[in-house]
């Protein structure tokens, strides 16, 4: 079985600053790893993803995260937050050959003028 | 493409009501998934669906029924709502099981 902890369950950060969210991950079998955001009232949309090759892998709208075997962990970063990142993010893990998708608790960005 | 819809948005029960969860995808994915969001506990899965006829328990089965109506449908049954069950529930599908999953845009139950 595999567990996800999110270190920050609440991230304030003014705009154009960096953010750093936290995730590490236990499992005895390799995995796969996703990040997902989910604006306010709305569903969970997939942000990025390491499934195999270059540890480091980027979205579209800047953020970016590293895979890091022996520390367990992918956290998600990104050099300048706007407005429009305000939301909540679910780290998540699954084993390579398993349906099970398991979340961390959630870290929930709020950016500030 | 709609991606996964979910029918209704919001809905209010007392205890004691039934009422089923709609999850529709088009995308011609083989697996679905319902998931349920609690404030602090991230998404836990409750029912998983690989493909059109089978369906298995997730971590939080208890007080649910599920039917995969066909290869696009996958419904979640409430057969005797309790307070516990107030929650936003989601509907995910993938291509195949390992495969990544896509959400829809979930549904607030709140159970009086």
């Known amino acids: 079985a595999q567990s996800v902890t999110q270190l920050d369950s609440q991230v304030p950060v003014f705009e154009e600053a960096p953010v750093e969210l936290r995730c590490n991950y236990s499992s005895s079998v390799s995995v796969y790893l996703f990040w997902y955001v989910q604006y306010p009232n709305q569903g969970l949309q997939l942000l990025l993803k390491?499934?195999?090759?270059?540890?480091l892998v980027e979205s579209i709208n800047g953020f970016e995260a590293e895979f890091n075997k022996s520390q367990t962990s992918f956290h998600l970063r990104k050099p300048s937050v706007h407005i429009s990142d305000t939301a909540e993010y679910f780290c998540a893990v699954r084993s390579r050959n398993d349906y099970k998708l398991s979340f961390g608790a959630g870290t929930t960005v709020t950016v500030r003028a | 493409n709609a991606g996964v819809t979910q029918t209704p948005k919001f809905q209010v029960l007392k205890t004691g009501q039934s009422m089923t969860l709609q999850c529709a995808q088009d995308m011609n994915h083989n697996s679905m998934y319902w998931y349920r969001q609690d404030p602090g506990m991230g998404l836990r899965l409750i029912y998983y669906?690989?493909?059109?006829?089978?369906?298995d328990k997730g971590e939080v089965p208890n007080g649910y029924n599920v039917s995969r109506l066909n290869k696009r449908e996958f419904s979640l049954r409430l057969e005797s709502a309790a307070p516990s069950q107030t929650s936003v529930y989601f509907c995910?599908?993938?291509?195949?099981?390992?495969?990544?999953?896509?959400f829809g845009p979930g549904t607030r139950l709140l159970v009086l």
């Open positions: 995910a599908s993938s291509l195949t099981s390992v495969e990544t999953q896509y």
């Open positions: 669906s690989a493909s059109e006829g089978t369906t």
């Open positions: 390491y499934l195999s090759g270059s540890t």
